[in-house]
């Protein structure tokens, strides 16, 4: 068995060659780390390999300078101009410090367009314009991205619960602890709540909750038990070919999702799909719902006054 030495001087030297080669392969490909964890888990070989960050950390790490050993376009394109960058700083005084000891290599984010992620960037926009709508008093939110309550309590009191609560101190903002299974309010209490992306969570282990298969359902109950008469409730989760990604999340049948908040009543639901220039489908077909793997579907829901 390989036996690695904690320096990476000596790992590099009593590391096999086309391992070595392999890893920057992966790294040049720039694939997924977990793609590497999940072969790991396939080889005790390749576990112990990992186990050793400094040897890990050489081989993800093309070299730019010392050997003359630059296979990307990338590296090559970033010496050249941090070279370049520098030599401007001298000329002008050095403003700021450009040391290459500093560098810390970009090189993913030259697109034609602004990536973004579908699901989280239009489901909290969804969200902010129903609220612009029904304006509440106050607005309580489970364990939803923190980036839209922190957001929102500029313009609504919000309170932000959470299983791992955040430490956050905003104007505005009340942040404590929670277990959506074990929500700590009273019976038809809250007025205007949102748990968006979360539930398909719940029971999955995944953030320190106990595994448990009906999690999901657990949670519904509760977020239908505190809802206030006519209040309303805005939930968010992955909607399309039904299925659990364990430990990641669920994805939801549309229809079967909102009926399981029985008895409030479904107000509007809008669709983001998975793909596409489209930004927030209201009222979509239920064929096109279903069409999609992993789409994000937006519930605004409504308890009735009786």
Known sequence: MLMVSAHSRLAAKSFPLRLLDLF????????DPRFVARTALKQDFLKAVLANEPVVQLALTPRIAGDGQVDDPRLVRFKAEFDEFAAQARSTGERLSVNWTDRYPC????????????HYLYHPAWAARILAR?????HVDISSTIAFCSILSAFVPTEFYDFRPAEISLDGLYCGAADLTRLPFENDSVRSLSCMHVLEHIGLGRYGDPLNVDGDLKAIAELVRVVAPGGDLLVATPVG???????????YDHEDFARAFHPLELVEFT???EAGSDGLVVAPSSEHVRSQSYACGCFWLRKPLS
Not at 24 to 31: P, T
Not at 241 to 251: G, L, T
């Open 24 to 31: 920057r392969h992966l790294g040049r490909m720039a694939l």
């Open 134 to 138: 029904t304006r509440p008093d106050k």
């Open 241 to 251: 070919k039904p299925r659990v990604q364990f430990n990641a999340h669920r994805v």
């Open 271 to 273: 669709l983001i799909e």
């Open 107 to 118: 090189l993913d984010d030259r697109t034609s367009t602004t990536p973004f992620d579908r």
